[in-house]
């Protein structure tokens, strides 16, 4: 049992806890505990249901108040005993809310139980209605409780509910609020009409017999066609003569409409409804049981459940078993009828107790167990412990919690037919009210319930009972009201129980970003929340994007927090000779020092929301990464160029004509171009492995970022590198740029890689006569390189391959595509690799000296 002292900490010093008693609710993946306790203000007292997220609670937070129900006269505590764990339920229920718990059958639970109950009722007995009997629970029915942060939640035990799941629960939770109760009448019959046609029969004396026209009729028939064919073939569909002679005796001077008819071989109920109430009806579901021989439908029950403004109301139309002895198989019947019968909404299912109003009326057959029957004053108050279904109620085996009216009525079967002269025949059969109207609901007030002597034509009297029922309906005002209340308060409730980090900033600035250099910046994350926090940077362009350019990196890319957690994540930035060019690219509209966004992460809460993270540099632009025909139109060092103005050169060099581009240039080859390779003329062609296939001098060398920042300034001071750093810089140079310097397709290649004059065509008819310039002075080089092998041991097919991966590059491999693709695409890739290799090879080993004297004096002077 939960501390009670911890629970009166939850109350105001007025207020104090009798006793309490712990129940369950079943959940989707756990049952969720409660535990109800009897509160007590002053002179009157209240039910709390509060629901534990921990068993036992043992700090305060562990309870959050879910509901109270003052103990007044219009509560219910209602508790089922049965066979079965099912059966171990109870239901608190006033005019504005009902909830249904469970509990366990431990013998000190019953125990506690019943203590439970009969301080309840012996509470309930002693109330005086009073004005503002119960204004201290204003405090609690208006309280915030139920939106803030769930423990459950919080401990992984529960999900946090949706947005449209709490808006529900807390509009129910108010409902108090915004509603009031109206009363209805309602008519309900039951007529067993012995298979008799309805032809030249008429009901008003049945029908119309009530001073008072009702709201609502729901009239049942029992045997209105018992053919063979009709129960082998489970008859449903309406009989309408019958709706029709109904129909024709409601009550006159209002006009009523059908609402709904449902069949099952003899068995039909039909609810009648007045035409102005119908627009009130928001649904309207059927349903039919079977319980006789083979479940025919000989016997069984059929039902109608409507809602009505905001009550939900169920009739049943049953027939159960017959005959004096079957007495068991009648309680069999009703409990399969419980059982089975459901009402489908949508994806939901109603069964029959879960509505606010319940009407069984039919030929319930329980006859009365008493030999002078047929020789007493039939009158039931003598009678009702023989009957069967009196004895049935009080032993708690039928209609728990149902209530009858008051019978001052004769039996109702079994007459001669024509007469009011009871059977007979030869069986002589004892009369018997079998014909019965019995009723679940809260308020419901009975007015009259009798059977009609003047209808003749069947061995059955027609019964009939009329009540005043209260409805429940939303005074729209009010409802409005609270309605915008509930909506604010989601955003409190979502922001609470929902995941979410908190980051330090939101804009991270690198500062300034050049070529070949790492920039590192932090950020720092953190749980503050009360839940679990699972994170990923999200890709932009769908879910196989990258999730930011491919020169980031991000060194926690996804993780776990849990609450108090934080983490710092590393973001660096690095471009290389694959990045340079694109990054000019992505930054072509920025302005005159102007900071440009580099690139924007998403950083994705799971369940939570995202957050969007720019990241900030100011990009200092170098000879790498710009293109051929940019590099020979720059009058001045890279570095005294604004960045929007190389990339207005940039771009106007794509689009200029070949010729008037060499018209155009200031140099026939780009001057860093001709300063590495003057340098490696002059003290490289002796170094051993100068060039290699490794790049092995490529990876963290600051030396090249002195090469690159002598090249951008245009020095005059000593030349910083060494002759393994400037070839590196060479092929960084050409690797960088935007396009490759030969920009010739690898189809073409096959055609002519085995020989030199094809190849040497090739390059005249698809290669500028610029970057023939620079692609012939690098050659020249290479030969000169060639000739000092036995020292720097630079063979040609290194060196080919070498430069082929420069001067043409391949082509990435697909991200997309399956694991087999991409090996078949990397297989064809070593095969065209090779061939590009023997392309470059056939300029190096063969003598281009002529050619390159012819097209480098082609520059115009």
């Given amino acids: 049992m939960c501390d009670l002292s911890l629970i009166s900490q939850k109350l105001r010093s007025n207020e104090s806890v009798l006793l309490g008693f712990e129940v369950y609710r079943a959940g989707e993946t756990k049952n969720v505990d409660f535990i109800l306790t009897i509160v007590n203000s002053g002179p009157t007292y209240a039910i709390f249901v509060i629901k534990l997220s921990n068993f036992p609670a043992t700090v305060l937070s562990d309870l959050t108040i879910d509901s109270v129900f003052p103990i007044d006269d219009g509560i219910t505590f209602e508790v089922d005993q049965g066979n079965g764990i099912s059966s171990y339920q109870l239901r608190l229920s006033n005019r504005f809310q009902s909830e249904k718990f469970f509990y366990s059958p431990m013998p000190d639970q019953l125990s506690n139980l019943q203590a439970f109950r009969s301080t309840f009722e012996q509470i309930k007995g002693q109330f005086v209605p009073t004005a503002g009997n119960f204004e201290w629970l204003k405090y609690y029915q208006c309280k915030d409780d139920a939106i803030v942060i769930d423990r459950n939640v919080a401990m992984g035990t529960a999900k946090p509910q949706s947005r449209e799941e709490k808006f529900s629960e807390e509009l129910r939770r108010r409902k108090a609020e915004y509603t009031f109760t109206n009363q209805y009448k309602i008519f309900c019959g039951t007529f067993n009409v012995n298979c008799v046609l309805p032809n030249d029969i008429y009901l008003k004396e049945w029908l119309s017999v009530v001073s008072e026209p009702p709201d609502i009729y729901a009239i049942a028939f029992q045997e209105i066609d018992m053919k063979p064919d009709t129960i082998i073939f489970s008859e449903t569909r309406p009989d309408r003569q019958w709706i029709e002679k109904v129909m024709d005796a409601v009550f006159s001077g209002v006009e009523y409409v059908e609402l709904m008819t449902v069949r099952f071989v003899g068995m039909q109920l039909t609810v009648v409804i007045r035409k102005s109430l119908r627009t009130s009806v928001k649904q309207c579901h059927t349903d039919m049981v079977g319980t006789g021989t083979l479940k025919y439908g000989n ?27 079957e007495v068991e198989r009648r309680n069999e019947d009703y409990n399969e009828i419980m059982r089975r019968m459901q009402f489908t909404e949508g994806i939901r299912k109603r069964c029959i107790l879960e509505h606010d109003h319940v009407f069984w009326l039919g030929d319930l057959n329980y006859r009365v167990d008493a030999e002078n029957v047929r020789s007493s004053t039939f009158c039931y108050r003598d009678l009702k412990f023989n009957d069967q279904l009196y004895k049935a109620k009080l032993e708690n085996r039928v209609f728990q919690g149902f209530e009858e009216g008051t019978i001052e009525f004769k039996p109702t079967y079994k007459y001669d037919s024509g007469t009011d002269n009871f059977d007979s025949s030869e069986k002589q059969r004892a009369p018997a009210w079998c014909d019965r109207i ?72 690198f500062g300034h970003v050049k070529f070949n250099e790492t920039k590192t910046c932090e950020l720092v994350i953190a ?3 009360h839940l679990p926090v699972h994170f990923e940077f999200m890709g932009k362009d769908g879910p196989n994007s990258r999730s930011c350019e491919p020169w980031i990196d991000i060194s926690h890319p996804s993780g776990d927090l849990f609450t108090g957690d934080s983490l710092s994540i590393q973001l660096k930035i690095f471009l290389d000779t694959f990045a340079a060019s694109k990054m000019l690219k992505k930054i072509k509209d920025a302005r005159a020092g102007e900071k440009s966004p580099l690139d924007i992460l998403v950083l994705h809460v799971s369940k939570g929301r995202d957050t969007f993270i720019t990241l900030f540099g100011e990009y200092q632009a170098s000879c790498f990464g710009l293109s051929i025909e940019t590099l020979v139109k720059l009058s001045k060092p890279v570095n005294e160029y604004q960045l929007h103005d190389l990339i207005s050169i940039e771009i106007k060099g794509q689009t200029t004509n070949l010729v008037e581009l060499d018209t155009m240039s200031n140099r026939m080859i780009p001057r860093e171009v001709w300063l590495l390779v003057d340098y490696l003329h002059k003290n490289g062609l002796e170094t051993k492995d100068l060039f290699t296939i490794q ?56 055609n002519v890689c085995d020989s030199f004059d094809k190849c040497r065509a090739l390059v005249i008819n698809q290669v500028s006569p610029l970057r023939r310039r620079v692609f012939l002075y690098v050659c020249l080089f290479i030969r000169e390189l060639r000739r000092h092998y ?72």
């Fill in 695 to 750: 790049r092995k001098y490529s990876k963290n060398n600051n030396n090249l970022n002195e090469i690159r920042d002598w090249l951008d300034s245009w020095s005059t001071a000593a030349y910083p590198g060494i002759p393994q750093t400037t070839a590196e810089a060479l092929l960084m140079l050409f690797e960088s740029t935007p396009e490759p310097l030969l920009k010739v397709a690898d189809k073409d290649i096959i």
């Fill in 790 to 861: 036995d020292v720097n041991q630079m063979n040609d097919r290194n060196l080919a391959l070498i430069f082929s991966r420069v001067f043409i590059r391949a082509p990435n491999v697909p991200i997309n595509q399956t694991t087999a693709n991409r090996q078949a695409f990397q297989q064809y890739q070593v095969v065209q690799e090779d061939r590009r290799r023997q392309f470059i090879q056939q300029f190096f080993v063969n003598d281009v000296q002529q050619w390159a004297e012819n097209e480098l004096s082609s520059f115009p002077s």
């Fill in 527 to 529: 749980n503050n929340c």
């Fill in 438 to 509: 019995l009723w679940k609901g809260k308020n419901v007030v009975q007015n009259s319930y009798n059977s009609v002597m003047e209808i003749r034509f069947s061995d059955h009297k027609p019964v009939y009972a009329t009540f005043t029922v209260p409805v429940l309906e939303i005074d729209m005002e009010k409802y409005k009201r609270v309605h915008e209340e509930v909506l604010k308060s989601m955003d409190k409730y979502e922001n609470d129980n929902q995941p979410m980090l908190t980051i330090a900033q939101t804009d991270i600035d």
């Fill in 299 to 325: 016997k069984g029950g059929i039902g109608i459940s409507i809602k009505l403004n905001e009550s939900c109301i169920c009739f049943i139309n049953s027939h159960l078993a017959a005959h004096q002895s």
